[in-house]
Structure formats: structure tokens, C-alpha cells
């Protein structure tokens, strides 16, 4: 295991900043889980205008998707959801129209 003692020759206190630490850490986790379900509208998007030739549709798509995360990283309740939705409508309308 690491020597968490000394630090560049300063004492180091793990209970110093572990708050701040966690925060950080879920902070990261949460933009991480909001964007890749961004980016995983952003590739049903595509697929959209792709295979259907509903490129207006897609530009929405895109849209909604950058609003649905936005509100996921401001409403901690919402979070990874908002895109999730936005990606549950976009596979419904590529396998059924």
C-alpha cells in the first residue's frame, strides 16, 4: 500500500479533506453517468437520421437530449434519467416508425 504518511515532506491527514474528496468523486460519477447518456442520444440521433432520413427529428433529438441532461446535472433527483427518457423515445421511434 501507498505511504500516506509524508507528502512531499508535509503531514498528510486523510480525514483532513475526505468530504471534499467524496464530493468530488460523486460529482465525477454523476457528470460521467449524465453524458454518457447524452453521447448514447447523440449515437440514436444519428441512427435516426441515418436509417430513417428524419434528420429534423434528429436535430431535435439532439437538442431535447442536451436539455434532458442539463436538467439531470442541475436536479440531482432527475440525474441519469432525463436522458435515459429521451433515449427510450428516440429507440421507440427508430424499431416501430
Given at each position: 500500500?501507498a505511504e500516506s504518511e509524508t507528502?512531499a515532506g508535509h503531514t498528510?491527514?486523510?480525514?483532513?479533506?475526505?468530504?471534499?474528496?467524496?464530493?468530488?468523486?460523486?460529482?465525477?460519477?454523476?457528470?460521467?453517468?449524465?453524458?454518457?447518456?447524452?453521447?448514447?442520444?447523440?449515437?440514436?440521433?444519428?441512427?435516426?437520421?441515418?436509417?430513417?432520413?428524419?434528420?429534423?427529428?434528429?436535430?431535435?433529438?439532439?437538442?431535447?437530449?442536451?436539455?434532458?441532461?442539463?436538467?439531470?446535472?442541475?436536479?440531482?433527483?432527475?440525474?441519469?434519467?432525463?436522458?435515459?427518457?429521451?433515449?427510450?423515445?428516440?429507440?421507440?421511434?427508430?424499431?416501430?416508425?
Amino acid at each position: 500500500m501507498a505511504e500516506s504518511e509524508t507528502v512531499a515532506g508535509h503531514t498528510y491527514s486523510p480525514a483532513m479533506d475526505a468530504k471534499t474528496h467524496e464530493q468530488t468523486y460523486r460529482g465525477f460519477v454523476r457528470f460521467v453517468e449524465i453524458g454518457s447518456g447524452v453521447v448514447i442520444c447523440w449515437v440514436l440521433a444519428l441512427a435516426i437520421g441515418g436509417i430513417r432520413e428524419a434528420w429534423l427529428l434528429a436535430i431535435l433529438s439532439v437538442i431535447a437530449s442536451g436539455a434532458a441532461g442539463a436538467i439531470g446535472a442541475v436536479a440531482p433527483a432527475v440525474g441519469w434519467r432525463g436522458p435515459l427518457v429521451v433515449a427510450v423515445l428516440l429507440l421507440l421511434y427508430l424499431f416501430f416508425a
